[in-house]
Each structure stands twice: as C-alpha cells, then as structure tokens.
C-alpha cells in the first residue's frame, strides 16, 4: 500500500519547494537605487546588511509585525532602511521613498520569482487523487493575494487553504503552524497528513513533532541533505520524484531511500 493511499492532507513549504528567487538580492536594490538617480549599492554589503535587518526585524517584531499591530508595509519600510543602512548607505527621505515603493512594489509582484516545472501539476495531481492541498509559509498576505496567484498557484486549483505567518502570527518552526493546517483542513488526523519543505528546522521537524508525515526536498543539492539523510529523513530532488515516492509501495520506498543514502556514503 503506498502512503498517498493514507494520506487526506498534504501540505507544502513555498520558497525552495513551489518557487525560487530570479537572480540575487542586489539586482533589485541596485534597480530600485537606479530609478531614483542613485548609483547601484555593492551587491554584498547589500545581502548581508539586508539579512541583518531582516533577523532583527523577526525577533522585534514577528510575524510581519502581527503582534504589534503594526501595517505590513511599515514594517518593510523599517527593514529597507535599515537594510541599506546596515551597508552603508543613508539616503534622505523623499529618496529613499522613491526607492522602498520600487522595491516594496516588485516583491509584492510575480516578477522576482520563478515557479518550478513541476509545481502546479504536483499540485493538482494531489487534489485530483483525493488530498486536500495547503500552503504553509512564513510569508506576509501578498503571498496568498497576489504573488502566487501571478505564478499560476491559486487557492481553489492548486491548494485549498494557505496557513501564513503574516496571517495567523504564528511562524515556522513553531508547530502550531502545523496544527493549525490540521484544523483548516477540517480536524484532519496528523497521521493522516505529509509535510513537503525544504528546511530540517522549519519544515521536516516541526511536522514531525506535530505528529505528520514528512519529506524534504534538496532541489539545490545542498550541503546540509547529506546529514538530512544520515538523520533517517526522507530527501528528494524534486516533486517528479515526490510523486513516484508517494505512490510506491511502502517497501519498496523504504529500500529505495536506503539505497539512495548508501550510494552516497
């Protein structure tokens, strides 16, 4: 009996599992720096200034400010700035202005990212066999509004219910954010639900400590799938691959996943 054949829910990551990023960071400060006269900031102090403003953010406050009450596009205005700040870069405010709108605008839009070939079909064949599909991410509305709707994912075709931090003020690895899938889905039995991602600590464990099946991809052929493997997870290329594993018998998927690990070791 394959494990599609028990399962009523499957819920899956976004970012490195349905979509990727187009180019880097930089392509798009650099753009947004353009179009008010400003010369491209370096692409490097620019990533790692962003992902110092982008942490702090998080712990200050979390889930896109849900907890505090505070508008999503303020507390993106605050990250910018402090991004560019964090790489040397001041710029007054009617400037700066001009530049946040430009980058708030293009990442609240399709075109920054990339849907992966076998994601939509992925999607439907999973409703079409009977398993109701759910977003789970760490993302603000504009995910669920207008970016995956743009990409061709919409709720209705490709997934049933979205749980997103910016939404509910929970956020992975919390396992709430499982549970609450769970309850979306209508009291679905953890047993009965698979949760596809691409992170141990944000995907794969918190599932499984919420009771549900789990399977990570490594689309990207990572370092770190290697200890994935070594720790007994269930490590996949891709959602091609996905789907053969969810309809092989129990056995044989067992001992293909053995094998695979052996043939790296």
């Known amino acids: 009996m394959s494990l599609l054949s028990k399962l009523r829910l499957v819920t899956v990551d976004v970012t490195g599992t349905l979509i990727a990023y187009k180019g880097q960071l930089g392509d798009y400060y650099c753009m947004a720096a353009k179009s008010a006269g400003m010369p491209c900031p370096d692409y490097k102090r620019m990533h790692e200034g962003f992902k110092a403003a982008y942490t702090e953010m998080t712990v200050k406050h979390p889930c896109f400010g849900h907890a505090s009450?505070?508008?999503?596009?303020?507390?993106?205005?605050?990250?910018?700035?402090?991004?560019?700040i964090r790489a040397g870069y001041e710029y007054d405010d009617a400037t700066f202005e001009k530049i946040f709108r430009r980058i708030y605008s293009t990442f609240g839009s399709s075109a920054p990212y990339s849907v992966f070939p076998d994601a939509q079909q992925f999607l439907r064949w999973l409703r079409n066999n009977g398993c109701t599909v759910g977003i789970v991410s760490n993302a603000e509305y504009r995910y669920k509004d207008v970016v995956l709707p743009a990409l061709g994912l919409n709720e209705g075709s490709e997934w049933?219910?979205?749980?997103?931090?910016?939404?509910?003020?929970?956020?992975?690895?919390?396992?709430?954010m499982y549970e609450a899938a769970l309850e979306m889905a209508g009291g679905v039995a953890a047993a009965e639900a698979l949760h596809i991602g691409d992170s141990m600590r944000k995907d794969y464990a918190p599932a499984r400590s919420a009771g549900m099946h789990a399977l990570l991809l490594d689309r990207f052929r990572t370092a770190e799938a290697e200890g994935w493997r070594r720790s007994g997870a269930a490590v996949l290329p891709d959602l091609a691959a996905a789907r053969e594993w969810l309809t092989a018998p129990r056995r044989r998927r067992r001992r293909r996943r053995g094998g695979g690990a052996r043939r790296r070791s």
């Open 69 to 84: 009450n505070m508008p999503n596009i303020d507390w993106w205005k605050m990250c910018v700035k402090d991004s560019f």
């Open 160 to 176: 049933d219910f979205g749980v997103f931090s910016g939404i509910v003020g929970v956020e992975k690895p919390d396992r709430r």
